[in-house]
């Protein structure tokens, strides 16, 4: 059906950025387009739970965030390209994850796993100290 592909991922030092995104590609249920879709980042570090990140609504008016990355990471998607983005600022070593892109159509609740519908791979941050 839908396929979600990460890049941007890579080995960074503490305080540089990284601008991670997201392809959607293949095919959605009739009727249904990337815009149908709100679009989330998840990351989940060794041996560690996966965790939301940020939100971005489906036109795109709405963004919400965890907080230890409020004010330091920022969502975006472009609809003609099929494409959402994470901006990274600022990264600390504890940012360092697999980073996930996923697909809901679930309104609010963005930080629940069971609400997203497509997975991407997943895209490796590592912040060194």
């Known amino acids: 059906q839908v396929q979600l592909v990460e890049s941007g991922g890579g080995l960074v030092q503490a305080g540089d950025s990284l601008r991670l995104s997201c392809a959607a590609s293949g095919r959605a249920p009739s009727g249904r387009t990337f815009s149908s879709y709100a679009m989330g980042w998840f990351r989940q570090a060794p041996g560690q739970e996966r965790k939301f990140v940020a939100v971005?609504?489906?036109?795109?008016?709405?963004?919400y965030y965890e907080d230890s990355v409020k004010g330091r990471f920022a969502i975006s998607r472009d609809n003609a390209k099929n494409t959402a983005y994470l901006q990274m600022n600022s990264l600390k070593p504890e940012d360092t994850a697999v980073y996930y892109c996923a697909a809901t159509r679930v309104l609010g609740n963005y930080d629940l796993i069971r609400n997203y519908d497509y997975w991407g791979q997943g895209t490796q941050v590592t912040v060194s100290s």
């Open positions: 971005i609504t489906r036109s795109g008016d709405r963004t």
